[in-house]
Nanobody, 116 residues
Framework: QVQLVESGGGLVQAGGSLRLSCAAS????????MGWYRQAPGKQREFVAT???????NYNDLVKGRATISRDNGKNLGYLQMNGLKPEDTAVYYC??????????WGQGTQVTVSS
């Protein structure tokens, strides 16, 4: 069973930056889409960004211009670089993978807290 583990979260001041990483416990084959979602307290989980093989990237309008999603071919599956962080970016950030075969994968999440 493959597990995804996010890292890189933490407490940052408004205007600061963070780089979130998504690692897998085992090799993950045939990735179609890798993405990041987030869930703030009292709110539903929302899409942040995805990167799809052969298609490209897609961003939530709320983070467009401030976030960059990228893939890696090693144990780290990918990253989410967030710049110009705002207090409203405070949430638990989850890594997500959709494969050609098998169930979707989700990580346990990493907390991002942006202070004003």
């Amino acid at each position: 069973q493959v597990q995804l583990v996010e890292s890189g979260g933490g407490l940052v001041q408004a205007g600061g930056s963070l780089r979130l990483s998504c690692a897998a416990s085992n090799r993950v084959f045939s990735i179609k889409t890798m993405g990041w979602y987030r869930q703030a307290p009292g709110k539903q989980r929302e899409f942040v960004a995805t990167i799809t093989t052969g298609v490209g990237t897609n961003y939530n309008d709320l983070v467009k211009g401030r976030a960059t999603i990228s893939r890696d071919n090693g144990k780290n599956l990918g990253y989410l670089q967030m710049n110009g962080l705002k207090p409203e970016d405070t949430a638990v950030y989850y890594c997500y993978v959709r494969r050609e075969y098998g169930p979707d994968l989700w990580g346990q999440g990493t907390q991002v807290t942006v202070s004003s």
